[in-house]
Each structure stands twice: as C-alpha cells, then as structure tokens.
C-alpha cells in the first residue's frame, strides 16, 4: 500500500525530471541562438572585409605611367620670333641656338648663333646656303663644333672658337635631327625612337640605343640634352620633354611643356612646337623655346 506521503514524493519526483528536462531543451535553445548569432556575426564581418579589400586590390595594381617631372618657370628672355629653333646649348657661358630653313617660311635662314638674352638679339657665326642645306642640331665636343643638316646626310665641323668650316662628316641616317654628347660620344636623333652614339673621333657609328616607354618605342626623338647622366629629348609634334636611361633607353620620367606653348602662342600665333633645350651647370636651369617662339623660358625641374 502506498500512503499519501508516498504519493506526493514521486510527484515531487516527475516535476523535477520535467522541469530538468526543459532546462536542458531551453539551454540547448539558447546555445544554438548563440551559434547562430556568432556565424552571423562572421558572415558579416567577412563580408565588410572582403568590400574593404576591392579597392586596395586596385591600388596595388602595378602602375602604368611614367613619373612626371613638375617644372618651375624662374625666369623668361625676349627670342627672335624668325628663328626656326633645331637645337639649343650652353658653350662657356653662352646661349648657341641653330635654326633651320622651311621654304614656305621666306624669313627664316639656316645658322648657329649666340643669343643675347638681354635684347633677344642673334649673333650670327655660321650661316648655311638655305638653297643647298637646311640645318639642324649642333653640339660642342673639345675644340670643334658640329652641325647636322636635314636630308643631306651630311654634317659639317667647325673651330670651335674661329667657327671657320674644318671638314664634313657623312652619316647614314635618313635624316639629321638634334645632337648632344655624354662627354665620350657625340648622340645623334634622327626623327626615330632610336640614338645614335658617334666616335668623335671619326664621326662613325658606335651603338644605337632604341627608346622604350612601358616597352613600346618613343618615335620622332628630336631635340636632345644630356643633364646629369640622363638623356632628354623632345618628342617633335609634342610639348613633351622625355628623361631617357642612357644605358637601357627606358624613358624614366616625363616632363609637359604645353603651358609654355601656349603663352607662346599667345604673345605669337604663328609660333610653332617646342624645340628647344639647353642646360646651364652653372645655375643649373634649363633654357626652353620653340620654332618662332617670342621667348626663351628659364625653368628648374627635379633631375
Ligand atoms: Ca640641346
């Protein structure tokens, strides 16, 4: 016989397994609210991670220009606006501008001259037959000086103090375009992506070096300088300026000189492109003009 005391301990008994059990159900409910809400939380996390990674993707994506080169203008100088500018240089402290001779262009002459930058004023030393020869770029090397002509494929060499004609040179180039020199050789454009290094010597050939931006050539390579172991050369038809490794031909760095162009344009329509530079050591500044441009620019760059 069971009395009522025995009765009421195995109630006691059922409820508490009762009660035990939807603890365990109610504690497994909550834990897996909390897995879910944890692996929510990560989802979103991952996926604010991955937004956050996309533009840094792009960033890090090697770039494809080249540096350019930012310039100051520091000073300008009055230019005679009938010269047809083919190169420009420093020799002992003076500013040497050759020019050239377009037929339709009547007022234009084919000579090497000092200019003064004060008044603007050429002094002729050499002037060229415009019906035989249409000159182009000069450079000094030691005691000579030498000057290419267009299509002649003929280049002459004078005293470089007398200016008195010494001799020719011939050279295979289709056309003469710009010269400068690294101190061993004389280099040569000629209206291509490629240089030619010149023995001074003999004026023959010693290498020719192509000229790559991003590996693709950088054709009409006109008027040169050499600045600090660096070859720069304008790119004829541009206002573009281009830093170019002497050793590999890579250009390295750009400069634009639209601005420029357009004062002088501005002061004279009939101005033509850029086609001038010349680097002085001792200020260490670069003196830019162009084909019938009314001024000479004084800019400073980072080279
Ligand atoms: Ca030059």
Same mark, same amino acid.
Not at 199 to 206: D, F, G, I, K, S
Not at 246 to 252: F, H, I, L, S
């Given at each position: 016989m069971i009395n009522d005391q025995q009765i009421f301990m195995k109630f006691l008994f059922a409820a508490e397994r009762v009660l035990m059990s939807y603890t365990l159900i109610l504690h497994n409910l909550f834990y897996k609210m909390k897995l879910l809400l944890t692996l929510a939380l990560m989802c979103i996390l991952y996926s604010c991670s991955n937004n956050s990674k996309e533009p840094e993707q792009n960033i890090t994506e090697p770039s494809l220009t080249t540096p350019v080169i930012n310039y100051t203008v520091t000073k300008y100088f009055p230019h005679d606006t009938t010269l047809f500018t083919e190169g420009l240089l420093i020799h002992d402290g003076q500013l040497f501008e050759s020019t050239g001779s377009p =037929? =339709? !262009?009547?007022? &234009?002459k084919s000579l090497i001259g000092t200019i003064d !930058? &004060?008044? *603007?004023?050429t002094h002729k030393k050499v002037e060229l037959d415009k019906t035989k020869y249409f000159g182009e770029g000069i450079v000094f090397f030691k005691d000579k000086l030498y000057q290419l002509t267009y299509k002649n494929k003929i280049g002459f060499i004078y005293d470089? @103090?007398?200016?008195k004609q010494l001799g020719t040179f011939h050279y295979s180039n289709e056309e003469g375009w710009s010269l400068t020199t690294d101190g061993l050789n004389l280099i040569m454009s000629d209206g291509t992506d490629k240089l030619t290094f010149l023995? $001074? =010597?003999? !004026?023959? $050939? #010693?290498k020719t070096l192509g000229v790559t931006l991003n590996g693709m050539p950088v054709g009409k390579l006109n008027e040169l300088e050499f600045i600090k172991g660096f070859i720069y050369a304008n790119v004829w038809r541009t206002n573009n300026i281009v830093k170019i490794d $002497?050793?590999? *031909? @890579? #250009?390295?760095g750009q400069i634009d000189l639209s601005s420029l162009s357009a004062k002088a344009k501005s002061k004279n329509p009939n101005a033509e492109v850029m086609n001038g530079i010349a680097y002085d050591s001792v200020s260490d500044k670069i003196n830019i003009t162009g084909k019938l441009w009314p001024n000479i620019y004084q800019i400073s760059f980072s080279h």
């Open positions: =037929e =339709e !262009l009547i007022q &234009t !930058l &004060t008044t *603007g004023r470089a @103090k007398s200016f023995n $001074p =010597e003999n !004026l023959q $050939p #010693v $002497p050793y590999n *031909g @890579k #250009v390295t």
